[in-house]
């Protein structure tokens, strides 16, 4: 959140590093992290401006909450993909929110 707020590049830093740590550990073990980094990478290109990549990996990030069966983190991913969408004016939002309360 202080990323994307203040836009100092300290925080970007910070992100790329965990996210190379998170890359490391979902190429270690993918059934337990890969999910985890499609949300991050998700709210990365969120934070950065990469609108179109940032949608593409909040719903690729969803589907393998899915596949993995991580049903509490999914609702969890929903629900950010629902506020990314709705920052972005986009009808898909109140279809995010829904599947984020029904899974909670």
Known sequence: ??????KEKKWIHYIQESLS??????QISPAHFR???LLFEAETA???GDVEK???KYELAVN???EYGYTNEQAIAYER????FVSQYDKRAP?????AQALY
């Open 95 to 99: 279809q995010y929110y829904g599947k």
């Open 54 to 56: 940032a949608a593409e």
């Open 46 to 48: 969120n934070i950065t």
């Open 21 to 26: 740590n998170v890359r490391n550990q979902a």
């Open 1 to 6: 959140a202080m990323a994307k707020k203040t």
């Open 64 to 66: 393998a909450f899915d």
């Open 81 to 84: 993909a629902g506020d990314f």
């Open 35 to 37: 999910h985890r980094l």
